[in-house]
Antibody
Framework: QVQLQESGPGLVKPSQTLSLTCTVSGDSISSGSYYWTWIRQPAGKGLEWIGRVYTSGSTNYNPSLKSRVTISLDTSKNQFSLKLSSVTAADTAVYYC?????????????WGQGTLVTVSS | SYVLTQPPSVSVAPGQTARITCGGN??????VHWYQQKPGQAPVLVVYDDSDRPSGIPERFSGSNSGNTATLTINRVEAGDEADYYC???????????FGGGTKLTVL
């Protein structure tokens, strides 16, 4: 059974960089064809796709965040990570990692439980 | 960028049928997925590829997609179906994933 678990600081100061890690168990992030993805959800609002890293390491980002986002793989630890720079209060949200299977149009079949990140001084 | 439009809320009595729509330009040419999210929980896939159900999802959940509207249908609605529902597609022109704004299903 595939499991994803987010981890990282729950509080980040404005203008700093938000860094989260998603640890994957039950599957290898470097094998197969998967889209390892970050999604966020501000309190009381909808889901926002942040971006993804493919098994090959190629990335694609939400254009509204592209200038501030980096998503990468760490195959040695079976993890992938999110870095979001120059954060503001608007970046306060629950951040989810998820897996998209096989092809770009595939759904997100496995999700982490989510982690709340608050941006505040 | 591609936009998906959902009604903010849908209300239905127990035992009745709930229909949640997801509108988008020529969405019928895309593959639509639906997620259920209960308070404090991560989203769960309930319908994928327009009309297929993952293992463990009741047959009461079904989907359709044609023209400019995709629809999630929940038959014989139960109190436990009360949740937020999101549609999602892949926009091939930008290689981006897109979510609808979500619909809150209330069971009266």
């Amino acid at each position: 059974q595939v499991q994803l678990q987010e981890s990282g600081p729950g509080l980040v100061k404005p203008s700093q960089t938000l860094s989260l890690t998603c640890t994957v168990s039950g599957d290898s992030i470097s094998s197969g064809s998967y889209y390892w993805t970050w999604i966020r959800q501000p309190a009381g609002k909808g889901l926002e796709w942040i971006g993804r890293v493919y098994t090959s390491g190629s990335t694609n980002y939400n254009p509204s965040l592209k200038s501030r986002v980096t998503i990468s793989l760490d195959t040695s630890k079976n993890q992938f990570s999110l870095k979001l720079s120059s954060v503001t209060a608007a970046d306060t949200a629950v951040y989810y990692c998820a897996r998209g299977d096989g092809v770009p149009a595939a759904p997100f079949d496995y999700w982490g439980q989510g982690t709340l990140v608050t941006v505040s001084s | 960028s591609y936009v998906l439009t959902q009604p903010p809320s849908v209300s239905v009595a127990p035992g009745q049928t709930a229909r949640i729509t997801c509108g988008g330009n020529d969405i019928g040419s895309k593959t639509v997925h639906w997620y259920q999210q209960k308070p404090g929980q991560a989203p769960v896939l309930v319908v994928y590829d327009d009309s297929d159900r993952p293992s463990g999802i009741p047959e009461r959940f079904s989907g359709s997609n044609s023209g400019n509207t995709a629809t999630l249908t929940i038959n014989r609605v139960e109190a436990g179906d009360e949740a937020d529902y999101y549609c999602q597609v892949w926009d091939s022109s930008s290689d981006h994933r897109v979510f609808g704004g979500g619909t809150k299903l209330t069971v009266l």
